[in-house]
């Protein structure tokens, strides 16, 4: 599936990147992708607009979460990673990545980002995925399979929301 953004999307999105990078730089923290300053810088904004292209489609919520480290990244339910396919295809899980969440592969080609699959839980992806010395990762290739259509993501996302709106209802 492919998502296109708006000019105004865009530098919406992009905004909230800069402020995530200012952020981490203020903090001193240590980026688990290796790479320059100017990598770096993209991979923050490129990644605040994968994430505002997957909340358009699947028209969740998007929190901006500007020095916000471990909140999930669409709506309180999804998790992503995105990459340019220039820098890399997979889809890279962390030793530090949580259960509970699925994690989805978009590509970025601002404006484009291609939903590519997704996974349904971390500890999937280090089962199926090869460990990655350098990068500290378990890299999953990035292709359907063995990720999973995007479609299914759908469907989870509607059951997993239906269950949050239910609990907040018999909690009131």
């Given amino acids: 599936m492919l998502v296109r953004l708006t000019l105004q999307q865009m530098i919406t999105a992009g905004s909230v990147g800069l402020r995530r990078h200012i952020a981490a730089i203020a903090r001193s923290l240590d980026h688990h992708w290796s ?8 991979h ?5 607009m ?8 699947f028209n969740l919520f998007w929190h901006e979460h500007v020095g916000d480290i ?3 990244d669409v ?11 220039d820098n890399g295809r997979d889809l890279a899980i962390r030793p530090k990545d949580k259960d509970g969440k699925p994690i989805l ?4 080609r601002p404006p484009e980002f291609a939903l590519v699959g997704w996974i349904p839980s971390a500890s999937q ?3 199926i995925g090869e460990w990655n010395d350098r990068a500290r990762v378990h890299f999953v290739p990035g292709a359907v399979p063995p990720l999973l259509p995007v479609k299914q993501l759908f469907d989870l996302v509607d059951a997993m929301w239906l269950d949050a709106r239910h609990a907040r209802e018999a909690a009131e």
Avoid: M, Q
């Fill in 105 to 108: 592969l978009v590509h970025a």
């Fill in 50 to 57: 994968g994430e505002y292209a997957v909340a358009s489609v």
């Fill in 35 to 42: 790479g320059t300053e100017s990598d770096l810088f993209d």
């Fill in 125 to 127: 992806g280090r089962a």
């Fill in 44 to 48: 923050h904004i490129v990644g605040a």
């Fill in 75 to 85: 709506g309180g339910l999804i998790d992503l990673r995105t990459r340019r396919p």
């Fill in 70 to 72: 471990g909140e999930r």
